[in-house]
């Protein structure tokens, strides 16, 4: 008889998330009660992130500003999403502390990840920086629930709003208009023609009167 023992099976490695690819589906309880991605708030954008701790100031800067900025991404028909690994109980407390102390009231629902599930799903977990918390990850999710950008930040340092608003209003712009948008792009500049890829339609977009042409493959226009 073998005295060998059995290798434990190692855990399953989560998949590979890709921009324009699909977001990992998941079901969750949150603070609004149970969720499962791909159903909830259909037909809106998700912005789906992720803070190291409740109870931690700089968490908590955060979340001020993203239930100040709530209005600003609902006229947009983008749903907030946040995610720690804390309990449901921990989140309510957190929630009711930042309206006392702070008089703001956190409108969007925060899932109570304690097994790590959707951490270890989205890879919000770097083992580098913090085994048991999330570092600042920002996963915008379209319609499609399809990843269209993420934006990854260290447990130390504070997100920048007014770039996640501008990511928003970027890809809703490239959706609606099939354009691109430039370096610091704010809406109502001027966006981006995508360059033409036959001879004949360079040609044709060095005499177009209607754009803003400085080379055949380098044309803006307003929209």
Known sequence: MSNATATPAAPEAAPRIELNGPAPDFEANTTHGPIRLSQWEKDKW???????????PVCTTEFMEFAKMHEEFKKRSVALLGNSIDSVYSHIGWVKNIEKNFGVKIPFPIIADLDQKVARLYGMIHT?????????CVFFIDPKRNVRAMVYYPLNVGRNFDEILRVVDALQTVDKHGVAC????????EVIVPPPVTAQAADERVADKSLQVTDWYFSKKKI
Do not use: E, K, M, Y
């Open 128 to 136: 580098p920086s913090a085994a048991t918390a999330t570092v600042r």
């Open 182 to 189: 430039p370096a610091n792009w704010r809406p109502g500049q």
């Open 46 to 56: 998700v912005i789906l992130f992720s803070h190291p701790a409740d109870f931690t």
